[in-house]
């Protein structure tokens, strides 16, 4: 009898805590990378059109970079389940589970998953002082400057730098240029159009602007096909379309919250999820960078967890075959 009314007190807690959500209380962003990258980017996209979902709501993003986005993914698998501290992050939560040997979360066990956010493409740029123009060029250069370059990522695990490896691997250049880890891609943007470092991947919504104003030299796009939907990404080919036969990456975003959190919450933040990624304003921006916002069944807690079960199968062996781990 007790029992029972411990229960039924516990049900009533919860159950009240779900109706008053998120109530004065902001909601937490966790943005595993530094400020005004890709991930930033899609993040404070997405807090504007989540607090127009849920009016009287109040989302903030709080970047907590380093190595390669699992310390922030480790803040939040750790985090208080009360919905009040979600992730941001991206096919990194697939990739570290076949590049790290040991991490401190796991990643298809300790989230509730809310669903993907966006599909981005990347884009091979060099720093503006490269003598190449053109992805041939750019090939040969690497090639004949073996072990003289570098080039720039956000961290083990991280997009920029799983994109290095496996053009590194396709092209049969392993180890050609040097990886230099920043918080982000953001601040390692600004290297690359300071010449400080020479070459990096990244996905379009950090890149599409640079290239634009002609502050970095754009080589190739990831994705199978070129973009030919896409007024200034157009004109650079596709890497498979180069020769690298098969050659198909972009990069996925999604939202998590930390296992545990009510499910009433996980479906309000979900219902809220699905509006805001019909808001035109942020259909809007994220296309005109490139990214294409996911409107399928991978906005649902179940669907978008299949798709990262698959990627984690997928990413295991290109991540094995590029040779390179971390502890
Ligand atoms: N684009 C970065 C990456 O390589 C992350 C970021 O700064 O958003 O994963």
Not at 154 to 180: E, P, R
């Amino acid at each position: 009898m007790k029992r029972l009314l411990v229960l039924a007190l516990a049900a009533t807690a919860l159950l009240a805590q779900a109706q008053t959500y998120p109530g004065s209380k902001s909601v937490n962003f966790v943005v595993p990378f530094a400020a005004g990258g890709p991930t930033d980017r899609v993040a404070r996209d997405l807090a504007e059109s989540m607090r127009k979902a849920m009016p009287g709501s109040n989302f903030v993003v709080e970047n907590v970079n380093g190595a390669g986005g699992t310390i922030g993914a480790t803040k939040v698998a750790k985090a208080n389940p009360d919905g009040h501290t979600l992730l941001v992050w991206h096919i990194g939560m697939a990739a570290t589970a076949g590049l790290y040997r040991k991490l401190q979360y796991k990643p298809l066990e300790d989230f509730e998953y809310l669903g993907m956010i966006n599909d981005v493409p990347m884009t091979l740029i060099g720093k503006p002082q490269l003598p190449a123009n053109t992805y041939r060029d750019f090939e040969n250069y690497i090639r004949a400057n073996s072990g003289k370059l570098n080039i720039a990522h956000a961290g083990l695990g991280s997009a920029s730098h799983l994109c290095g490896l496996m053009w590194q691997s396709a092209v049969n250049a392993k180890d050609a240029m040097t990886t230099i880890p920043f918080s982000g891609t953001a601040p390692a943007m600004t290297a690359l159009i300071g010449g400080q470092v020479d070459v990096m991947c990244d996905q379009t919504t950090n890149t599409t602007q640079q290239i634009e104003a002609g502050r970095v030299k754009a080589f190739a796009v990831t994705t199978k096909d070129r973009m030919s939907g896409h007024k200034l990404l157009k004109d650079y080919p596709s890497l498979n379309e180069m020769g690298l036969k098969g050659f198909n990456l972009t990069i996925w975003h999604g939202l998590y919250a930390p296992k545990g959190t009510p499910p009433a919450i996980l479906k309000q933040l979900n219902d809220a999820l699905k509006v805001a990624l019909k808001d035109p304003e942020f259909v809007k921006r994220q296309e005109g960078l490139g990214a294409v916002v996911v409107n399928d069944n991978r906005v649902s807690p179940e669907g978008h967890k299949a798709f990262v079960t698959g990627e984690i199968a997928k990413l295991k062996p290109a991540i094995e075959a590029s040779g390179k781990f971390a502890d």
